[in-house]
């Protein structure tokens, strides 16, 4: 899918200019966490393999997974985003709807930035 076409290219601004980036946004390209790997769920009860057989599987193909008590499996890779630039997202404002609404709070924890806005409150 091609993004969509524009005279110029935007990014998220880094140099602190308050016109050109919140600072949610700041942080965000601060981290770039959630742009430079990709992240997934998946439950070992779906497989008829043991969860050792499971974890195994995904380890030797390159993803890191972290395991938690119910049997859920977090799945995630090194893959940067096509868009991610060192200035930030070369189609911030025409960002897919899933970018827009996402929040590394919950798979990243107090490692996602965002985090720390919560604390200032």
Same mark, same amino acid.
């Given at each position: 899918?091609?993004? $969509?076409?524009? %005279?110029?290219?935007?990014? +998220?601004?880094?140099?602190?200019?308050?016109?050109?980036?919140?600072? =949610?946004?700041?942080?965000? +390209?601060?981290?770039?966490?959630?742009?430079?790997? +990709?992240?997934?769920?998946?439950? /070992?009860?779906?497989?008829?393999?043991?969860?050792?057989?499971?974890?195994?599987?995904?380890? /030797?193909?390159?993803? %890191?997974?972290?395991?938690? =008590?119910?049997?859920?499996?977090?799945?995630?890779?090194?893959?940067?985003? $096509?868009?991610?630039?060192?200035?930030?997202?070369?189609?911030?404002?025409?960002? $897919?709807? +899933?970018?827009?609404?996402?929040?590394?709070?919950?798979?990243?924890?107090?490692?996602?930035?965002?985090?720390?806005?919560?604390?200032?409150?």
């Amino acid at each position: 899918m091609k993004s $969509p076409k524009s %005279n110029r290219k935007r990014t +998220i601004r880094t140099d602190g200019d308050a016109d050109a980036s919140t600072e =949610k946004q700041l942080l965000c +390209i601060k981290c770039k966490k959630c742009c430079q790997e +990709i992240g997934l769920f998946t439950y /070992t009860g779906f497989y008829e393999d043991t969860e050792e057989e499971v974890v195994h599987f995904y380890q /030797t193909r390159g993803f %890191n997974v972290v395991r938690d =008590k119910t049997g859920l499996l977090y799945l995630t890779m090194k893959l940067s985003c $096509p868009h991610l630039t060192k200035e930030g997202c070369d189609m911030y404002e025409h960002r $897919p709807e +899933i970018c827009r609404k996402y929040s590394g709070r919950e798979e990243y924890g107090d490692a996602c930035l965002w985090s720390t806005l919560d604390k200032k409150k």
